[in-house]
């Protein structure tokens, strides 16, 4: 089983801050990464497909990077409506697996 | 717009059963693969299961197989997960999802089925 693991565990940021998001694979997936928002509440959201594939919708202020086994998530100029927890998930192999998320306090 | 919604979720006794039902709208399901996610209280994302469009091969977490059953009616356009031998760790929302075609990303999540394993 490929094992996902993020970091840090929380980031506290202000207003108009950027933040950075690291995922990592303990084996490689390839591009085969994606992110997600999760709100309270909420179901998960799609941000991210294929490590840097923004979503139908997603603002721009979003971007990944990555390949293999180190993938980051940047959010530029972060807004209130972006706490919320982040995943990332590969789904390059079986079974698919998640990584524990991230959670961004604003 | 694609919609999926969740049924069949409620409590249920350690070693019982329930089956979850997801109804789907908006577009031609029988050419997606479906997917189901869970999420203990508190928890992160755990993927359950999967099946392909047409040819209904499956996929199973290790934590589920044996025990869980995935299939689709796709002359209902339905998604289904038949549980059994329930545990307290099966205790979470469960998530109907439409995978991409593409890969087996999760694009679209339906709102959530509780299913609560106690005595």
């Known amino acids: 089983e490929i094992v996902m693991t993020q970091s840090p565990a929380t980031l506290s940021v202000s207003p108009g801050d950027g933040a950075t998001l690291s995922c990592r694979a303990s084996q490689s997936v390839r591009s085969r990464l994606a992110w997600y928002q999760q709100k309270p509440g909420q179901a998960p959201r799609l941000l991210i497909s294929?490590?840097?594939t923004r979503a139908t919708g997603i603002p721009a202020r979003f971007s990944g990077s990555g390949s293999g086994t180190e993938f980051t998530l940047t959010i530029s100029s972060l807004q209130s409506e972006d706490s919320a927890v982040y995943y990332c998930?590969?789904?390059?192999?079986?079974?698919?697996?998640f990584g524990g998320g991230t959670k961004v306090e604003i | 717009e694609v919609q999926l919604l969740e049924s069949g979720g409620g409590l249920v006794q350690p070693g019982g059963s329930l089956r979850l039902s997801c109804a789907a709208s908006g577009f031609a399901f029988s050419t997606y693969a479906m997917a189901w996610v869970r999420q203990a209280p508190g928890k992160g994302l755990e993927w359950v299961s999967g099946?392909?469009?047409?040819?209904?091969?499956?996929y199973y977490a290790d934590s589920v197989k044996g025990r869980f059953t995935i299939s689709r009616d796709n002359s209902r356009s339905t998604l289904y997960l038949h549980m059994s031998s329930l545990r307290v760790e099966d205790t979470a929302v469960y998530y109907c999802?439409?995978?991409?075609?593409?890969?087996?990303?999760?694009?679209?999540w339906g709102q959530g089925a509780l299913v609560t394993v106690s005595s």
């Open positions: 998930h590969q789904y390059n192999d079986w079974p698919l697996t």
């Open positions: 999802i439409k995978t991409n075609n593409t890969g087996w990303f999760f694009g679209y």
């Open positions: 294929y490590t840097s």
């Open positions: 099946i392909l469009g047409t040819d209904t091969t499956t």
